[in-house]
């Protein structure tokens, strides 16, 4: 059996690894423009196939029967080649999107919901939202009634869901708005699983408001293409599962922590046991300046040094799968602590003192330098970890501990 996904950019789609764990088929990746949709369907060599943007309107033409909810929303997501030759299109985003709302701790029913966003994947949102008794549903565009200029009006809303590109890979760190005027959020979803927190999710982090990404809508309405393809019905624990695995393989393991404690061997050793890229962000910045960096520093200051580092955590935090060791004092800046955190299991590597190594480290030099920085840097690099682990006498020790406290 021949399934797959139809779309104008699939470079980073994750649905070929989610359909691999859903069934023993062929999932392909089809790019194509627009002109090309209409041929496509047409030659009809294909069992099923997603959908992806911006063609869920397009294909509509093209199908003899499409599914209630698809008519009502405007948009199909998957279609099945029956029996009879004939295509048949359906909305799978919004089982999906249901199925996310279901993982978070606020009801819907009654509440003002605000969904950022008037595009394809809006339609879904707010369709879901009123078949769950939402008590309003406030669409903000940047033309329409409600506008990000008149965004004040709706401080009030409980429920804020992200539809938008905004903040999405490659274009990490931006958020459609500022939500700590939101008083009265009790939870955001957005649709965006790459990164894993958006900056908009790190907001809500931040603020204490529960939060969602898009990776369990993802998983959840592939698994009802898959019961549509294979005309089957699967347990809802795939989703979780797969959700999970997928999650693990995305996530960057970024080490954080004094010069001198041994990221970069152990970052090497993880790396090697997981079979993943290694990255050294100070690596990085040598290599992109053609200096050492305690030349940078001493020739043209630590603030210089900084500005430098910053790029080099912003490109290499907002990739996946990686492993990543980053210099002592990356967290120093709050950029760099949120380009670490969009996507990445934090480690603290925390050493004793009297083992750090300080040659060759103008800003950790004497006993004196260095007790400063670390007393000064040990909250942030336990308010910016998801795991600190003490170092164990070997590099290998090290890493196996780690590998067994992030569960991978």
Request: aromatic content about 6%; hydrophobic content about 35%; charged content about 25%.
């Amino acid at each position: 059996m021949m399934f797959g996904l139809i779309g104008r950019k699939l470079s980073h789609s994750f649905s070929p690894q989610i359909h691999k764990e859903l069934g023993d088929y062929t999932y392909k990746l089809w790019e194509m423009e627009e002109e090309d949709v209409a041929g496509f369907l047409k030659k009809r060599e294909f069992d099923g196939t997603n959908v992806t943007i911006p063609y869920k309107k397009t294909v509509i033409p093209y199908l003899d029967e499409i599914s209630p909810i698809a008519q009502r929303i405007g948009a199909v997501n998957t279609i099945v080649k029956r029996a009879d030759g004939t295509l048949y299109g359906d909305n799978t985003d919004y089982f999906g999107f249901s199925h996310m709302l279901s993982l978070g701790p606020c009801p819907v029913d009654g509440k003002k919901c605000i969904v950022l966003g008037s595009g394809g994947a809006s339609l879904t949102v707010i369709n879901v939202l009123k078949d769950l008794g939402a008590g309003s549903i406030v669409v903000i565009s940047r033309t329409g009634e409600n506008n990000y200029t008149n965004l004040h009006l709706h401080y009030d809303a409980d429920i804020i869901v992200n539809t938008t590109p905004v903040g999405m890979y490659p274009n990490c760190g931006e958020s459609p708005i500022e939500l700590s005027n939101f008083t009265r959020c009790k939870c955001v979803y957005d649709l965006i699983y790459n990164p894993a927190k958006t900056a908009l999710l790190l907001q809500a982090e931040a603020l204490g408001i529960p939060y969602i990404n898009g990776l369990s809508m993802l998983v959840a309405q592939g698994k009802r293409a898959a019961e549509l393809f294979l005309s089957t019905q699967m347990d809802d624990s795939l989703i979780e599962s797969i959700t999970k695995k997928l999650s693990l393989a995305m996530l960057n393991v970024v080490l954080i922590g004094m010069p001198g404690c041994g990221k970069s061997t152990v970052g090497r050793l993880i790396a090697e046991k997981l079979d993943r890229r290694f990255e050294d962000t100070d690596v990085t910045v040598e290599l992109n300046n053609n200096r050492r960096i305690p030349d940078i520093i001493n020739t043209f200051g630590e603030d210089c040094f900084r500005d430098l580092e910053q790029e080099a955590v912003a490109d290499i935090c907002k990739q996946s799968g990686l492993v990543i060791a980053t210099g002592g004092g990356a967290i120093l800046r709050q950029e760099n602590r949120n380009a670490i955190r969009q996507n990445a299991v934090v480690v603290f590597i925390n050493r004793d003192m009297s083992a750090l190594e300080t040659q060759g480290r103008p800003l950790s030099s004497s006993p004196e330098k260095l007790k400063k920085l670390y007393d000064y840097r040990l909250p942030i690099y336990r308010q910016c970890c998801d795991v600190e682990v003490t170092t164990q006498p070997t590099p290998q020790q090290t890493a196996e501990l780690i590998l067994k406290e992030i569960g991978l």
